[in-house]
């Protein structure tokens, strides 16, 4: 679609030559054909940076590129770029007569695909996977090799499985992002038309969901272990032998080091990095990025040790405020000038 197009379907200007424009894509991964956009001044470095053929951005920032489209609202017009480009899924897979394995899907036959599966278009599966029944493997799925898939899991359109990766029932890989905008009195919804990407000899535990990338990718680093009702939104990225335990909820765009172990129920606000090394006690709240080989705990996440001493210190603030009070007052009874002192 031309940009020309594309800026007149917004009702906006844009600035520069015309450009053929196929798709959409991140500052940072952007090709010379794609369409990208700025909202947060905290990225302008990559608005210099940047291969995007044309970029949505505030008209005071449209003489930074060679191609502008300018906008009041970029993320919003970006939302709506977004949907001239994005194919639900299921549509190369939605013609009559077809069931359980589309035939253009490619499967080893060294792999075991129990009885009430569906396999996609054009997915692909390697040698030694098996599929237990009731998984849908949405279309372009690439699975590698001695995958073990439990009954009831669902791998959404364009996600890749590396080798030797468990998934146990229930667990839902590239669902949509959570991503909406606000448009006046209505909340408009942010197509997530990037992938997941799981790599070698993770496990992950039932009922667990991770998201699908906005744009770009979702990535769960090697040998990371994910325990069951665990949320990871779009965008995360894993190092590699993180450990996640039960109920721990990931925001969207966190970035986490290798080896970083967060307790249950553990929650991760957006866009922050947890670096190498990191340990997070359950139940706590991180509210801001951690260096390397940091212990954290509480709500909001503090030192280790910080932590411990507050928790010991909770159950008797009750009565060291009663204390605290009554010296208050023996300072000031103290403090009074005597009935019969010369003034």
Known sequence: MLLSEIAARLKLEY?????????VNTLEQAGPDELSFLSDSRYLPRLETTSAGAVIVPPEKAEMVSRAIKSPNPYLDFARVMQLFHEPQGMQESFPGQEGIHSTATIDPTAIIHPMV???????????????????IGENVVLGRDCLVYPQVSIMA??????????HPGAVIGSDGFGFIQ????????????RVVIEDDV????????????????RIGKGTKIDN???????????????????????????????????????????LEIEDNCRVA?????????PANTDAGGIPA????????????LPRLSQMNKRIKQLEKQIQSSNRPNQGEDK
């Open 302 to 313: 503090m030192d280790h040790t910080t932590f411990l001493r507050n928790a010991v210190l």
């Open 282 to 290: 359950a139940k706590s709240g991180v509210g801001k990025s951690l």
């Open 118 to 136: 569906f396999i996609g278009a054009n997915a692909r599966i390697g040698p030694g996977c098996r599929i237990f029944p009731h998984c849908y």
């Open 183 to 194: 448009d006046g009195e209505e909340r408009v919804k942010i197509p997530q038309v990037g």
């Open 229 to 271: 009702l665990v949320q990871i939104a779009h965008n995360v990225q894993t190092g590699e032998n993180c450990v996640l335990i039960s109920q721990v909820g990931i925001s969207g765009s966190v970035r986490l080091g290798s080896n970083v172990i967060l307790g249950g129920q553990v929650g991760v606000a957006g866009h």
């Open 15 to 23: 600035t520069g030559e015309d450009l053929d424009i196929t798709g």
């Open 203 to 218: 496990e992950i535990g039932s009922c667990t969901t991770i998201d699908r990338a906005t744009l770009g990718e979702t």
């Open 158 to 167: 364009g996600c890749r499985i590396n080798d030797r990766v468990i998934i």
